[in-house]
T-cell receptor
């Protein structure tokens, strides 16, 4: 597509429920990133996919967080047993080899855990 | 560990006035340097980036930034601010090698433009 698409744009969930956030990167972009933007924590790196390599999961805050990228394209970030501190905007970004560093961000999913 | 400092949390300028947003970084070596802008409810848009070469970098929307190695700074400037520039601005760094292209962001500077 023309840009990085994220869905849903807003999600309200009850504490303890699981949620799935979707990211559809720019077509042909081999790298995909998830970041979290929250009050008091700023922008934090979560996970990074590059082609067929094993993802860099070093930013995931707990084992309740996981992500996958199917077919080198769409990615899903899953948060299990959501907690109130998970409330944040989750941003996805993608980049190409040609573009290099300095990737394109989506508009984000605002997650509210009540 | 690398860090990025944006000392100004909020800045207010009048439309037409010049703007400078400060960014300092702490890193073992000169990293890649970026400025992003975020309008309310939007994702981050890349304004400009510095990898090497000319230390004055031109970006979109009339913005420029100057890399000063001696000061570990990468300040963002605009000669004449427009009301539409009101947004939050983030400075970021990424390692030259390794690190998986992960960005480390500053805490952001909220820009308000008075008409």
């Amino acid at each position: 597509g023309a840009g990085v698409s994220q869905s849903p744009s807003n999600k309200v969930t009850e504490k303890g429920k699981d949620v799935e956030l979707r990211c559809d990167p720019i077509s042909g972009h081999t790298a995909l990133y998830w970041y979290r933007q929250s009050l008091g924590q700023g922008l934090e790196f979560l996970i990074y996919f590059q082609g067929n390599s094993a993802p860099d999961k070093s930013g995931l805050p707990s084992d309740r967080f996981s992500a996958e990228r199917t077919g080198g394209s769409v990615s899903t970030l899953t948060i299990q047993r959501t907690q109130q501190e998970d409330s944040a905007v989750y941003l996805c970004a993608s980049s190409s080899q040609k573009e290099g560093i300095g990737y394109t961000f989506g508009s984000g999913t605002r997650l509210t855990v009540v | 560990a690398q860090s990025v400092t944006q000392p100004d949390i909020h800045i207010t300028v009048s439309e037409g006035a010049s703007l400078e947003l400060r960014c300092n970084y702490s890193y073992g070596a000169t990293p890649y340097l970026f400025w992003y802008v975020q309008s309310p409810g939007q994702g981050l848009q890349l304004l400009l980036k510095y990898f090497s070469g000319d230390t004055l970098v031109q970006g979109i929307k009339g913005f420029e930034a100057e890399f000063k190695r001696s000061q570990s700074s990468f300040n963002l400037r605009k000669p004449s601010v427009h009301w539409s520039d009101a947004a939050e601005y983030f400075c970021a760094v990424a390692p030259l090698t390794g690190g998986g292209n992960k960005l480390t962001f500053g805490t952001g500077t909220q820009l308000k433009v008075e008409l």
